[in-house]
Nanobody, 124 residues
């Protein structure tokens, strides 16, 4: 059983930056494809970014391409989401997800384990 704990959320002004972290435990981290999703109030959970278990590939939602960067540190069992040029519409709870040797996918069903989320609020 893999446990995921997100951190790094907070309140930031539009144009600012935040770095989210997701610490994993209970599994061989390097064998997991990792992803970030978000859920705004009253909306469906949406894919933001993913990084393959081999770290050979990444994939981003169109709306964050060029602003967000996903990367991982297997020695620290942690995946990060660097978010730059934040916009008010980026406001949401951000969730980390994991899939054992999963392929890069934007669908929630492609991920087995989920964290509890961290709130990101971008003020205008």
């Amino acid at each position: 059983q893999v446990q995921l704990v997100e951190s790094g959320g907070g309140l930031v002004q539009a144009g600012g930056s935040l770095r989210l972290s997701c610490a994993a435990s209970g599994g061989t981290f390097s064998s997991y494809t990792m992803a970030w999703f978000r859920q705004a109030p009253g909306k469906e959970r949406e894919f933001r970014a993913a990084i393959s278990w081999s770290a050979s590939g990444t994939y981003y939602a169109d709306s964050v391409q060029g602003r967000f960067t996903i990367f991982r540190d297997n020695a620290k069992n942690t995946v990060y989401l660097q978010m730059n040029s934040l916009k008010p519409e980026d406001t949401a709870v951000y969730y980390c997800a994991a899939a054992f040797r999963g392929r890069l996918t934007t669908t929630q069903a492609g991920y087995t384990y989920w964290g509890q989320g961290t709130q990101v609020t971008v003020s205008s």
